[in-house]
């Protein structure tokens, strides 16, 4: 399986959150509600899922397992 940046994924998880917040929130409009959909969209194509939680939650591993990568090759 093909595997996003790391960054990318990064920037995905955090927009992800903050529209999530503003959902929270009941602050959405027509536009912000189009954009989560998207990048729920993106994020679940992303990581291979089929809903927001699970591309988050593997997202997140990826994240954690890049992370873990560039400590060991630092050290």
């Known amino acids: 399986m093909l595997m996003a940046h790391p ?6 998880v ?3 959150e903050t529209l999530r917040t503003l ?5 959405v409009s027509t536009e912000v ?3 989560m959909e998207d990048v729920t969209y993106t994020l679940c194509v992303s990581t291979g899922t089929r809903d927001a939680e699970s591309a ?16 060991v090759l630092k050290a």
């Open 7 to 12: 960054a990318i994924l990064s920037d995905l």
């Open 14 to 16: 955090k927009e992800y």
């Open 23 to 27: 959902d929270a929130q009941k602050a």
């Open 33 to 35: 509600r189009r954009r």
């Open 56 to 71: 988050l939650a593997v997202a997140r591993r990826q994240l954690a397992a890049h992370r873990q990568d560039d400590a």
